[in-house]
């Protein structure tokens, strides 16, 4: 008997494109929205501030206890928090519009919005 060897299959290929695919995509569109003007700082669901990217510095917001946000060329990041594990201040800076910064212990959530808006300010929500 002669055995057929197939090294992928048509479907298997299919996966591997479009999970590729998916990967550029995630790695690209970043890149075509643009940088954000904007961040959202919430905590329990409640906008608290906004913050200016365009302006670099280091802040703390009274309703997040303790947590040091710092913002620099543009981008955000969780300097320092009081949070067991310290997840958020490991994901380090966002900039592009889309992208967020979670810490379930604080119930703090920092999102990039719209890249679009040119008025250099930022949305900071703590509740």
Known sequence: MREKFHFIRRREL?????????????????????SGGKTAVIQYGDIVCRVNLSESGVFTLEDCGETVFEIADGKIRVREAVC?????????????????????????V?????????????????G
């Open 14 to 34: 299919l996966i591997i494109l479009a999970i590729t695919a998916a990967a550029a995509l995630g790695i690209i569109l970043p890149r075509f929205l643009g």
């Open 110 to 126: 920092i999102t990039v919005e719209s890249g679009s808006d040119k008025s250099d300010t930022a949305d900071v929500t703590v």
């Open 84 to 108: 067991p594990d310290k997840i958020c201040e490991e994901t380090g800076y966002i900039g592009y519009a889309g992208q967020s910064i979670i810490c379930v212990p604080e119930k703090i």
